[in-house]
């Protein structure tokens, strides 16, 4: 049976040290996860270079839509450039156009700078009006995989756009569920999709002081990876494997 990869997202050197202490075969390091992830600084990228299991960066200069401008397409290029330096696996990243469709000038400026470094092209693509023309400009731009939930609020929701998906990328490409997976549903989603990969944050609420929220210095809504969960979805997953689709 096929071994499936589980990619834990982290945002703090707590979480990169309970993402490899759990088991995580990959670690997307980001910052900022309850924005959706932001580039990480220099200080974690330099802490996870020290990981002994594969790391991809996230490259989000903002919050916000995925539309970039000039500024932040240097800015993009500026952190690929430095991620390649400090020796890490792959960056994840993405543009689009203000109609949704991917930004293919703008990825393909990204994809050079990158230049050996693993692709990933980030949520970005549950925005496109058009996956099928969407996932050739993924497959001609040399990504390795795509982060998708299948244009839902999570994974197993989206789980039958996930599957046409899989049946779009004719094994050209990876596609990678994300959003909302847990130990409970892992296995659920694994039974109807052939996946090589999944993502997942494993993150349990942090409790943050009400005045911290109210001066503007956290939302709320912030998590830290936790090992025992992610170990729990590595057993799921080593359970179940990567089984043949299923549809119904």
Not at 50 to 64: E, F, L, N, T, W
Not at 80 to 94: P, T, Y
Not at 198 to 215: D, E, F, K
């Amino acid at each position: 049976m096929a071994r499936v990869i589980l990619e834990i997202c982290v945002d703090s050197p707590e979480g990169l040290a309970a993402a490899i202490e759990g088991g995580a075969d990959r670690i997307e390091l980001c910052a900022a996860l309850n924005l959706g992830g932001l580039t990480p600084s220099p200080g974690m990228i330099e802490k996870a270079r020290k990981a002994r299991i594969p790391v991809v960066a996230m490259v989000r200069p903002r919050a916000g839509d995925f539309v970039y401008g000039p500024d932040d397409l240097e800015v993009m290029e500026a952190d690929i450039g430095a991620i390649r330096v400090a020796g890490l696996s792959g960056v994840v990243f993405g543009a689009s156009r203000p109609d949704g469709r991917l930004d293919e000038a703008s990825l393909a400026r990204l994809v050079a700078v990158a230049g050996d470094l693993e692709l990933t092209l980030h949520r970005c693509f549950d925005l496109v009006p058009d996956r099928a023309e969407a996932m050739e400009v993924a497959v001609r731009l040399g990504f390795a995989r795509i982060l998708t939930s299948g244009g839902a609020t999570t994974a197993t929701a989206g789980y039958h756009d996930i599957a046409d998906m899989i049946a779009l990328a004719r094994g050209r490409i990876a596609i990678m569920p994300g959003s909302g997976i847990t130990p409970s549903n892992a296995g659920s989603l694994l039974e109807r999709l052939p996946v090589t990969d999944i993502h997942a944050s494993c993150g349990a609420r942090l409790g943050v002081a009400p005045r911290t929220v109210t001066l503007g210095f956290a939302t709320g809504t912030e998590k830290q990876t936790e090992a025992s969960r992610v170990r729990a979805l590595k057993q799921a997953v080593t359970r179940n494997g990567a089984p043949k689709l299923r549809t119904s």
